[in-house]
């Protein structure tokens, strides 16, 4: 478990005071995915390095697992953090080293036995897909083995959490969903807590139980990833999310009512949409629409223009039918 309690960093620079982080208060559960999303400059990475204490805060309080680090002593604190892993975007590699000895760096410096370290990079790079790269050296992998090494290094001390700074910002399309299945099935197998830093909204819906959206070193907004990103609560989520939508022009204005439908779960692949225009005898035009799926349910989204008959008779239709109505016009 993570515990953020009014925390605050501020940056002294020539250009003046910069304050990375206003009194964020964040709770992150054990075996939770969670994602924190903003825009460049929010305050993300600062946020995601007070959670070691890479980055000390100014005031406030920072607890993992009923610990607070703030309280801590040198030596606890190293202990404390070899609890919590964390991966980069640019993997942060020893190049000079081979993959092997990568992996066993935490061990080395925790001063385990050889016995122990063979041992455990053994199992890692096994379960990482490895072995075959164990001689190798980083500038002879690509960037989704390169990451690969970054997590089987994460683990080696057996965190029970694992930082993931813009971890798959620098991989192609593939190569990130073959790095996020793997984070889903570590977290599965075995219930470590991820905090995920990205500014890819489909990084969050693919993989994220709950979000938190950041601006201006505020946590603006905070919740379940589906509730967040079907009904964001605040200009700076609805704006993240715009980004990248694929609107192929400006909906012609339509007369009559206009309404977003939200279809979750099972209801994304029902018709459900056909069968309340029938039995209703209202007709409806397709402005926008969007399906996909969120960790752990589908989701479909459409804007509809309502023509004919009674709109208010087909919109409680539709809610009685399970689908969110939200009227626009
Ligand atoms: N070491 C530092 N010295 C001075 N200012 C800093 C330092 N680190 C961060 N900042 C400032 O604090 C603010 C938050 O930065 P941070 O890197 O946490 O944002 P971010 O959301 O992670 O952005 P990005 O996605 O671009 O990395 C920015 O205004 C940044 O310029």
Not at 145 to 166: N, T
Request: proline residues 4%.
């Amino acid at each position: 478990m993570i515990r953020l309690e009014g925390v605050t960093r501020r940056f002294r620079s020539p250009a003046g005071v910069r304050l990375a982080l206003d009194g964020v208060d964040l709770t992150v559960a054990a075996g939770e995915v969670f994602g924190v999303v903003g825009r460049s400059g929010a305050g993300k990475s600062t946020l995601v390095r007070t959670l070691n204490l890479l980055e000390r805060p100014d005031a406030g309080r920072v607890w993992v697992d009923d610990q607070d680090l703030m309280g801590l002593n040198p030596a606890a604190l190293r202990a404390a953090r070899r609890r919590i892993g964390m991966i980069f975007q640019h993997f942060n590699l020893l190049h000079s080293r081979t993959i092997r000895d990568n992996i066993a760096l935490p061990l080395v410096l925790d001063g385990r036995s050889r016995v122990e370290i063979a041992s455990r990079v053994d199992e890692l790079m096994e379960r990482l897909g490895l072995i075959e790269h164990a001689r190798k050296h980083p500038a002879q992998l690509s960037g989704g083995q390169k990451q690969r090494v970054g997590i089987a290094r994460a683990l080696a001390c057996e965190p029970s959490i694992l930082l993931c700074d813009e971890a798959t910002s620098a991989l192609d399309p593939e190569t990130t969903e073959e790095i996020l299945a793997l984070l889903d099935q570590l977290n599965l197998d075995l219930g470590l807590t991820l905090v995920l830093i990205t500014h890819e909204m489909e990084v969050v819906r693919r993989v994220c139980d709950k979000v938190a959206v950041m601006e201006a070193g505020k946590i603006v907004e905070t919740g379940a990833t589906a509730d967040v990103f079907l009904k964001p609560q605040t200009q700076a989520t609805r704006s993240l999310l715009a980004e990248g939508e694929s609107r192929t022009a400006t909906p012609r204005p339509v007369g009559g009512t206009v309404a977003r439908l939200v279809f979750r779960g099972e209801r994304t692949f029902e018709p459900v949409l056909s069968r309340v225009s029938r039995e209703t005898g209202v007709d409806h035009a397709i402005l926008a629409g969007r399906i996909g799926r969120f960790r752990d349910q589908a989701y479909g989204q459409l804007e509809v223009a309502f023509a004919g008959g009674d709109p208010q008779v087909a919109i409680a239709r539709l809610r009685a039918e399970g689908v969110e109505v939200e009227v626009v016009s």
